[in-house]
């Protein structure tokens, strides 16, 4: 049966002081348009199918990751007041806001297929007229998940606290006016803001500047609502449990404790708002996003880096940095507000086998912090897919390829290697034992999880084991290409065009002939081998050879 849900001037009949609140108003998209739900049988022949004859695993694990995300695709439900399909995140009840822009990021490669990015449509269409968007909304109804409420309309307070006997805890702001009207959500509710992040994300693989025009109005006003919301009277930003359910560094952070990584990842959205007004050519707004991001990571340098220590720490409320080392430091690199010189001590810590460069990296905790789990302890030592995603981005900004490829290939390696031993994929995994992590009560975390864990087995597979970059903006497909055995992919897609391209290493593995098969033109650089070749290629066969000759030619 079709039907249309609108959404336009829907009102929260739970606001304090007679208040009105028209969610959406920022959001163009005002109703779903119904459409057949993709289920996996229906997509399976159409969907990109990796070729990898070095290691068939990967191959299997691939295909099981998409089996498990197929069974999380939804309609809307009616009355929820969502407008697009969506991918929810295997979890709960609820969608969640940081995991849809991380599902979304391996749902590129599937584009126009299943639902992916346009799955962050819901949380548009449920922005409330303060420009916050809740991470947590109810999947059938539409509403925001009841305790990140600030029905009362209190002064900014963490509902669940920060993993202390002190629950609900008001924060206190010094150095600031308290931000008036009161925000409608409580701090639980407001943390990890990387949709705009998701966004380019996602542009880079489909060139679909007309979303982003759809979707920037959204995220200025969440921006801003942040910024108003979060911003400590210092300048930087408060976090409460949320962002790290059980880290060790939560306690410290009580009533209003300034995190490195909300602070990073406002720096990261200011110049993520920069880029997307350069794309639209509304260049008149790029320097005031970058001037601000430059601003914030210049505090952040001055506040959080500890020269002695070589590591960003979190500021508790009395000033004094938290000397717990955690995962959130390494968003400065995805933010772009680490030096070179700072950079090179982050990464120093990511080869340290002492701290992060365990088994499997990258762990949430340090190995030598107090309360380290190396059976994973969710937060307090657990390698999760978003946060691994974040570290290899951030690790690609700064130039150290190899070493994203390198954590990238062990995440994905260890997933597939769970997958063949308990048949499914977990919500995280163990940092020092090959294995799906454990709670720190040693109950194990959720399984079928794809939701976010979907990235590796999809995500890191097709751009760091078969070695494929699209820059669907300029219409080229970069490869790379390690194997010296066939490798490539059918039915691969980017910049709305479907191509099969398949590479079979020649005798003594120097040269390796290309097939490729595309319905549209596009450009294709391959390197072998260290040897480059830039290709412009038309529709329908090709055929060409790649890397050196025993001349060296």
């Known amino acids: 049966m079709k039907w249309h849900i609108m959404v336009v001037g829907v009102l929260c009949s739970s606001l304090a002081h007679g208040q009105t609140d028209r969610q959406g108003i920022y959001f163009a998209k005002k109703s779903y348009q119904p459409s057949p739900l993709p289920g996996y049988e229906a997509v399976r022949d159409l969907l990109p199918s990796p070729v990898f004859d070095e290691n068939p695993l990967l191959v299997e694990t691939y295909w099981k990751a998409w089996e498990l995300a197929s069974r999380h695709f939804h309609e809307p ?9 969506f991918i929810d995140a295997a979890f709960n009840k609820n969608i969640f806001l940081w995991d849809t822009a991380f599902m979304s990021m391996f749902c590129n490669a599937a584009y126009g297929l299943v639902p992916g990015i346009a799955s962050l449509d819901n949380f548009y269409a449920k922005q409330h007229e303060t420009g916050e968007i809740c991470r947590e909304i109810d999947r059938t109804s539409g509403k925001d998940f009841e305790p990140w409420v600030n029905a009362e309309g209190k002064p900014l307070y963490s509902s669940w606290g920060f993993n202390t006997d002190e629950h609900p ?32 994300e996602s542009y880079r693989y489909t060139g679909d500047s007309a979303r982003l025009a759809l979707v920037r109005e959204p995220l200025v006003h969440y921006y801003l609502a942040l910024q108003k919301y979060l911003r400590q009277g210092n300048g930087l930003y408060v976090t409460d449990w949320a962002s790290m359910d059980n880290s060790p560094r939560n306690p410290s952070l009580l009533s209003g404790g300034m995190g490195v990584d909300i602070s990073a990842q406002m720096v990261m959205f200011a110049r993520n708002l920069a880029s997307i007004d350069s794309i639209l050519g509304k260049t008149d707004q ?81 190995a030598d912090e107090n309360g380290y789990e190396r059976l994973g302890g969710y937060w307090r030592g657990a390698v999760w897919p978003s946060t691994n995603t974040m570290v290899i981005r951030g690790l690609e900004q700064y130039g150290y390829n190899d070493l994203a490829r390198e954590i990238a290939l062990k995440h994905l390696t260890a ?7 308990t048949g499914t994929i977990w919500e995280n995994y163990a940092p020092d034992v090959i294995a799906a992590g454990r709670h720190v009560d040693g109950a194990l975390v959720v399984r079928d999880m794809v939701g976010w864990s979907g990235i590796g087995p999809i995500l890191y597979f097709l751009e760091y084991g078969i070695g494929f970059t699209p820059d669907a903006p300029h219409n080229t497909l970069h490869w790379t290409i390690r194997s010296d055995q066939r490798s490539g992919c059918e039915r691969y897609r980017f910049n709305r065009h479907v191509v099969s391209l398949v590479a079979t290493p020649g005798p003594g593995g120097r040269t390796a002939a290309i097939v490729v098969n595309a319905d549209a033109p596009f450009t294709l650089t391959v390197r072998y081998h260290n040897a480059d070749t830039t290709v412009t290629l038309g529709s329908g066969a090709s055929q060409f050879t790649v890397g050196r000759t025993t001349n060296g030619e």
């Open 77 to 85: 439900a009616p009355g929820s007041g969502y407008v697009s399909q």
């Open 415 to 421: 997933v597939s290697d769970v997958e063949k031993e």
């Open 286 to 366: 790029t320097a005031r996003w970058n001037q601000e991001a430059d601003s914030l990571s210049a505090l952040i340098n001055a506040l959080l880096w500890d020269g002695e220590r070589g590591f960003y720490f979190d500021r508790a409320p009395n000033d004094s940095l938290i000397h717990i080392k955690t995962i959130a430091a390494f968003w400065t690199l995805l933010g772009g507000v680490a030096s070179r010189a700072q950079a090179e001590k982050l990464v120093a810590e990511l080869r340290n086998p002492a701290t992060f460069g365990r088994m499997h990296p990258v762990p949430s905790c340090a």
């Open 169 to 200: 805890v008001t924060i206190r702001f010094r150095g600031r006016e308290l931000p008036e009207p009161p925000p409608r959500l409580t701090l639980d509710a407001l943390d990890n803001p990387v949709p705009a992040w998701a966004e380019l």
